[in-house]
């Protein structure tokens, strides 16, 4: 199975940006996904998660009601629409799943087994 992370760019401070997350190979339509980010010189860091069905999700206070995760089982793809967008998000965009299904969203990243290769996310003053 694959992630494949895209739709990264350049964007201005206070845009918008809609980056996708692709699986091939199988699906996690029972899984939680999740996206991750990681800004040079920093750690890895959680951003948003969803449940398989789309009613439960999770953010980091960084991005909450700024960033908004969804999810199209039927096309096995996952989004994560990013608006207000901030000098401080950029980073490369890490898409995730947890490899049990049924269980609900989390930021704990030993969670999610499978991980895409990730995109890159630019934002200019």
């Known amino acids: 199975v694959q992630l494949q992370a895209s739709g990264g760019g350049l964007a201005q401070a206070g845009g918008s940006l809609r980056i996708s997350c692709a699986v091939s190979?199988?699906?996690?339509?029972?899984?939680?996904m999740g996206w991750f980010r990681q800004a040079p010189g920093k750690e890895r860091e959680f951003v948003a998660a969803?449940?398989?069905?789309?009613?439960?999700?999770a953010y980091a206070d960084a991005v909450k009601g700024r960033f908004f995760i969804s999810r199209d089982n039927a096309k096995n793809t996952m989004f994560l629409q990013m608006n207000v967008l901030k000098p401080e998000d950029t980073a490369i965009y890490y898409c995730?799943?947890?490899?049990?299904?049924?269980?609900?969203?989390?930021?704990?990243?030993?969670?999610?087994?499978?991980w895409g290769q990730g995109t890159q996310v630019t934002v200019s003053s």
């Open positions: 995730a799943a947890d490899h049990y299904p049924g269980r609900e969203p989390t930021k704990d990243s030993n969670r999610y087994n499978y």
């Open positions: 190979g199988g699906t996690f339509g029972t899984n939680v």
């Open positions: 969803i449940s398989w069905s789309g009613r439960s999700t």
